[in-house]
Nanobody
Framework: VQLVESGGDLVQPGGSLRLSCEAS????????MAWFRQTPGKEREFTAA???????FYGDSVRDRFTISKNNARNAVFLNMNTLKPDDTAIYYCAAKYGPNEYTNPEKYTNWGQGTQVTVSS
C-alpha cells in the first residue's frame, strides 16, 4: 500500500488549498481514509475522515472550513481547506484503515503517506 500526498504550499491567511492523496495497493471503496496534521513537538491531530460509505467527520478546529472527499474511480482522497489560519500550519498526512471505528485515533491507521507541508503566513 502506498499513499502519496500533494498540494501543500505557502498560503496567506484567509486563503484556500486543496490537498490530494493518491492511493495504490488498496481500494478506497474498502477503507476509512483520514487526514491528520502535525506540528513539531505535538502529537498528530485528527483533521477529517471519510468512511467507505462517504460519511464524513471533522475535528472541531476545522469543521465548517475543511471538506474531505474521495473519488473511488481515481482511488484518491482530497482535503479542501478554506479560510486558512496560521494555526493550520502543519504537515498534513493521509492515512488508511479498515473498519469505521476509532477513526480519530492515529494508532488505528495501518498505512500513512509521507506528508505535505502547509504553511499559512502573510
Amino acid at each position: 500500500v502506498q499513499l502519496v500526498e500533494s498540494g501543500g504550499d505557502l498560503v496567506q491567511p484567509g486563503g484556500s488549498l486543496r490537498l490530494s492523496c493518491e492511493a495504490s495497493g488498496v481500494a478506497l471503496s474498502n477503507v476509512t481514509m483520514a487526514w491528520f496534521r502535525q506540528t513539531p513537538g505535538k502529537e498528530r491531530e485528527f483533521t477529517a475522515a471519510i468512511w467507505r460509505s462517504g460519511f464524513q467527520f471533522y475535528g472541531d478546529s476545522v469543521r465548517d472550513r475543511f471538506t474531505i472527499s474521495k473519488n473511488n474511480a481515481r482511488n484518491a482522497v482530497f482535503l479542501n481547506m478554506n479560510t486558512l489560519k496560521p494555526d493550520d500550519t502543519a504537515i498534513y498526512y493521509c492515512a488508511a484503515k479498515y473498519g469505521p471505528n476509532e477513526y480519530t485515533n492515529p494508532e488505528k491507521y495501518t498505512n500513512w503517506g509521507q506528508g505535505t507541508q502547509v504553511t499559512v503566513s502573510s
